[in-house]
């Protein structure tokens, strides 16, 4: 019932950026909080940043002064602005979101996520 596409990976070199894109779709009443997620092989997956329908943001501690997360509600779209990349933010990102469907079922949503490899 709910769709969440990302987008706006791929290869960059160290000291580079990216953005990346997560666009909700379907039977969406209202979306509390959009996050992304990343997992590197063979670690767990972790928080990179959270943003919440009041305003509210956080950022895991190794992306915080790099990262930058902002959220198009209109277009119930987030956005994740990667500065200065360094090799170990190589990883697949996930999209994340905790909403509520037109029939008022909560759900916690996730995308398939999108290939991010920073490397000369």
């Known amino acids: 019932q709910v769709q969440l596409v990302e987008s706006g990976g791929g290869l960059v070199q160290p000291g580079g950026s990216l953005r990346l894109s997560c666009a909700a779709s379907g039977s969406i009443f209202v979306i509390n909080a959009m996050a992304w997620y990343r997992q590197a092989p063979g670690k767990q997956r972790e928080l990179v940043a959270r943003?919440?329908?009041?305003?509210?943001?956080s950022y895991g501690n190794s992306v915080k002064g790099r990262f930058t997360i902002s959220r198009e509600a209109a277009k119930n779209t987030t956005y994740l602005q990667m500065d200065s990349l360094k090799p170990e933010d190589t990883a697949v990102y996930y999209c994340?979101?905790?909403?509520?469907?037109?029939?008022?079922?909560?759900?916690?949503?996730w995308g398939q996520g999108i290939q991010v490899t920073v490397s000369s």
């Open positions: 994340q979101a905790d909403l509520y469907l037109e029939s008022l079922k909560y759900e916690g949503a």
């Open positions: 943003i919440r329908s009041a305003g509210d943001i």
